[in-house]
């Protein structure tokens, strides 16, 4: 399985647009079980973004979509869901690392 994720982040004053990150799961796993998250696409900013939470709350977005999706709203075919779009806002405060606990995605 292969989602995207897109999003607006804003660290400090300064606001990213068109961001993107792809969210991976093994075909045949349950859902629920826990996802490949990637790094962000279109982002340039600093990297102490707390990644464990950040990639907590894409899981959880993604699952709370499924999770109260209407059977009209979803396309299957041949067991693949394929082409549907969720276009629902929600606001996330992921905090900072300290410099010195920055890593690399």
Known sequence: MFSTVEFEMQ????????????LSQPYGTDY????EVGKIIGYNGSWRLNREKFAEECEQYYRDRID?????????ASADMHSNLFSIPKDVVIGLLPQAEAGTW
């Open 11 to 22: 660290v400090g004053k300064t606001r990213y647009a068109n961001l993107s990150v792809q």
């Open 32 to 35: 629920k079980e826990p996802f």
């Open 68 to 76: 109260n999706a209407h059977g009209s709203d979803l396309r299957i």
